[in-house]
């Protein structure tokens, strides 16, 4: 058993648990990458508002306007032939670019059983009565904790709450079953979709790859059809869950008139680490058992009764970088045991990708009016040399709900200040950690969850989800309400308790060392 050094500090220095500010630089790359996203994949959005406003001129038109146009046309046959062409390329354009309409129709968020609870105490108790930890990593552990934000109420599978833990592939299949069932069960209940509806599936677990995948484990329980396109997703860290939701869009672009379905979930029974590495023992103490399954639809009849339509998505890979690239990873330990180690580097690499990620959404959602603040800013700091601080959007006035992953109390302090977003919007994210702990890709449906239970969102509210994970990856997707959401009609898994939310979470700044 390995020894931590007496001289290394229970906890890292405060310094490298910090975003870089924002406000410190902004690089014109990423502007401009913003702006070529924008003219590239949105040709639509420049011929839609000419469309309406040629619309809007003809609705103007009284019956004389069009008497006299018509008997001008009559014997002008050329101008006809023009007009009519010009009209036909134009409205051929517009369709052939528009894309086809990604709804999310409805999902769900995976609740264990009460006898999956895992207080502090019994997290501990377990920790020490493996026998593995030094005191030192104990205590290391409890102060880690003591720091998360997670609180009282967190679930872990039984193979790891068991005296000893039973850690093999038997009990990790029947967790990944357990949570992918659970809430694929309730989503069918929910949406009165039949399992051979599906066309897409695309399921997403970064640790957990069995063979069969999972993917086909869900295909044989639910007996799904056989031309079913389905991914499985591996290795791709809590960001993961956003990839596999721009893949799904960008099926339904190809596969008209289909049901996807996009599991995200991350498994704890292999991947609990017994070694004294502290940059291993973090995701411990920080990684909880939970998953969510949501179905999307390029059916426009389904318009009516979906909650969401996706408005964009937006990924940022900086893999290319080996600092990036190696911040974290799973790999053995001296003694040969596996963890996944996080580096001291990951706040910043996480900023720097957070930050190159909403430069590049600023165009696609900013009000014009933010969009031509910041960009005479750059222009007088950059190009006229102009010694000005750099204009931070306020992506407030783009987006009435943030749902930022839930990945330790540190990171949501820092996003906090950078964004400078309200305790309000900081909620939904600090309640899931509190509550379900960071359950990877998924907690960003929780989160949403959350904001439906307390009866938050309203038809036209935009929701923007964020998510970071190993690679290193930033991604986002920004969804447009369809429809209010009426907590009392809403089944989810903070509805029998909704009324205890928002708790007191201390922030890291105010806990004592």
Not at 128 to 147: A, D, M, P, V, Y
Not at 470 to 494: D, H, I, M, T, Y
Request: a positive charge.
């Amino acid at each position: 058993m390995s020894e931590q050094n007496p001289a290394t500090p229970l906890m890292p220095n405060s310094n490298s648990r910090k975003l870089p500010d924002f406000k410190q630089s902004i690089k014109l790359k990423y502007v401009k990458l913003g702006y070529h996203y924008l003219i590239t994949h949105g040709m639509y959005l420049f011929l839609s508002p000419l469309i309406v406003v040629i619309a809007a001129q003809l609705s103007t038109f009284s019956l004389e306007d069009v008497y006299v146009l018509w008997e001008h046309l009559r014997f002008n046959l050329i101008s006809v032939i023009v007009c009519s062409t010009l009209f036909v390329f134009l409205a051929t354009l517009y369709f052939l670019t528009r894309p086809s309409p990604v709804y999310l129709v409805n999902f769900s968020c995976y609740k264990p059983d009460d006898s999956r609870k895992c207080t502090r105490q019994i997290f501990m108790d377990r920790s020490r009565s493996i026998g593995t930890f030094t005191k030192e990593n104990l205590e290391f552990q409890r102060k880690i904790l003591e720091r998360s934000g997670l609180g009282e109420d967190t679930y872990l599978p039984e193979s790891v709450l068991l005296d000893p833990p039973n850690v093999c592939m038997q009990e990790a299949r029947k967790e990944a079953e357990m949570v992918m069932f659970g809430a694929l069960d309730e989503l069918f209940a929910k949406t009165n979709v039949k399992p051979k509806d599906i066309g897409i599936l695309v399921v997403n677990c970064s640790l957990f790859n069995p063979t069969p995948s999972l993917s086909a484990m869900i295909v044989n329980h639910y007996k799904m059809r056989g031309n079913i396109v389905s991914y499985n997703l591996g290795g791709m860290g809590c960001s993961a869950g956003l990839i596999s939701i721009d893949l799904a869009k960008n099926l339904l672009q190809v596969h008209p008139n289909s049901y996807a379905v996009v599991i995200s979930t991350e498994n704890i029974t292999l991947n609990w680490y017994f070694g004294n590495e502290r940059s291993m023992l973090v995701s411990n103490c920080l990684f909880r058992m939970g998953g969510a399954a949501i179905l999307l639809s390029n059916k426009r009849s389904d318009r009516w009764r979906s909650k969401y339509q996706l408005v964009d998505t937006v990924r940022t890979h900086k893999g290319s970088d080996d600092k990036c690239f190696t911040c974290v990873t799973q790999e053995e330990d001296p003694e040969g045991k596996v963890g996944v180690a996080l580096s001291k580097d990951l706040m910043a690499v996480a900023g720097d990708a957070l930050k190159t990620n909403i430069t590049t959404l600023g165009p696609l959602v900013l009000p014009m009016s933010e969009q031509l603040l910041f960009f005479a800013t750059l222009i007088g700091k950059k190009l006229l040399k102009m010694k000005l601080k750099p204009y931070i959007p306020d992506f407030k006035l783009a987006f009435e709900h943030f749902c930022i992953h839930a990945g330790g109390r540190a990171v949501l302090d820092e996003l906090e200040k950078n964004l400078q977003l309200s305790d309000w919007h900081m909620e939904p994210s600090r309640m899931t950690l509190n509550r379900f702990g960071n359950t990877s890709s998924s907690s960003l449906w929780y989160e949403l969850a959350y904001s439906e239970a307390k009866g938050r969102v309203r038809r036209g509210d935009r929701i923007w989800q964020i998510a970071f994970g190993s690679g290193f990856k930033c991604n986002s997707a920004v969804w447009r309400a369809l429809r209010g959401v009426n907590p009392e009609k809403e089944q989810n898994p903070w509805m029998d308790e909704i009324h205890l939310f928002p708790v007191d979470v201390p922030k890291v700044s105010s806990i004592s060392n």
